[in-house]
């Protein structure tokens, strides 16, 4: 299966990075032959990757990454890279090429020191494959110190080294970094065909398929979670339930704290799944006795552990939080659509009664203020307000319409 088969409704994209692949592939085999390379190419060293949560931004990286490692012998014939088969595409997908590195971050934001350290890499060559490839996932996360880090890198790359940096928009990236890369942008995946490839790729019954898909607006990474997760369903059915608890004061506010504390539990599950584990590779690294008394000159060590692992769970809570305020978003759109009696499908069909309930008690102009009360909330938490002020701001905005 070719690399790009998992870019879900992304032809026009696909077509740019087999050709800018090739290219690459002819660069790299002229160069290991002596001959001239062609003076023409659709290759650069930098490329940034946009577009809306759930398009697909750091699969596309992963998959072009893969097709610039590709070894399969089809390529002499005329065959595209990225075969999907060969130890190049393979390593590149799952992880563990050594010549391609996958950057993410846990955390709030990417520091100076982690930028540092991964410029100090891109500089060497690549030890076993066709390009050293950088992933940054999480361009978006980079601090300003950070991207000016970022900034001599990709203006003076190492003649092999490829940085593939990935963020929601354009405008999430420094204006100096941005100018120096090809621009790609993702669209929504349309819900059809992230339905398809749930039922084609991991197995999920399609009726359960094509009710996810239409639940998270063609979101792939959610609609997959909510398929295979109970707990996530569960979660997602308490949050559309909440437009119908805030009749008074003390229901918006035990609504907010409610909504809050889901939020916190989802942090701490993932969070006790990871840092029990890292807590105990740390201990077993640094030399901890059987008892569990740890040498002298290590407490720095394992503070510093537990400061990012503090931090981790703020931005899984955070995350779940924003997830959260998407799904009430998507619930007050389909309220709008039923309201000014539009054809759009509805994303929340298992709860078309109460739609239509809340749309004949209130106004489009009662929902669209709703909708604007849920982004300035999400606005106030990216800004650092205290969840629980932000949120019960909300609820009470969402009462008053």
Known sequence: MPVWDDLVG??????????????????????ASGTPPPEASKMTHAWLFTGPPGSGRSTAARAFAAALQCVSPDRALGGVPGCGFCDG???????????????RTDMLSIGVKETRDLVR????????GRWQVIVLEDA??????????????????????????????IEDVLPTIRSRCRLLTLRTPPVDAVADILVRRDGIDPVVAAVVARATQGHIGRARRLATDPRARERRAAVLRLPLRIDDIGGCLKAAQELIDTASEDAKQLAE??????????????????????????????KELEDNQKRRRTRTQRDALDLALIDLTGFYRDVLALQLGTRLALANTESEDTLERLARGSSPEATLRRIDAIADCR??????????LAVEAMTMALRAG
């Open 10 to 31: 992304q032809e026009k994209l696909s077509e740019q990075l087999t050709a800018a692949a090739r290219d690459a592939d002819t660069l790299v085999t002229a160069i």
């Open 273 to 302: 799944e990871v840092d029990v584990k890292e807590t105990e590779e740390m201990k077993a690294a640094l030399g901890a006795s059987q008892g569990g008394r740890m040498p002298r000159g290590t407490a720095g060590v394992m």
């Open 121 to 128: 890499g891109a500089q060497m060559s690549p030890a076993t």
């Open 379 to 388: 606005t106030a938490l990216d800004r650092n307000v205290a969840p629980l």
């Open 140 to 169: 978006d996360r980079l601090t300003e110190g950070a991207g000016n880090v970022l900034l001599k890198a990709v203006e003076e790359p190492a003649p092999r080294t490829v940085w593939l940096l990935c963020a929601p928009s």
């Open 89 to 103: 595409c393979h390593t590149s997908l799952v992880g563990t090429h050594a010549d391609v590195r996958i950057v």
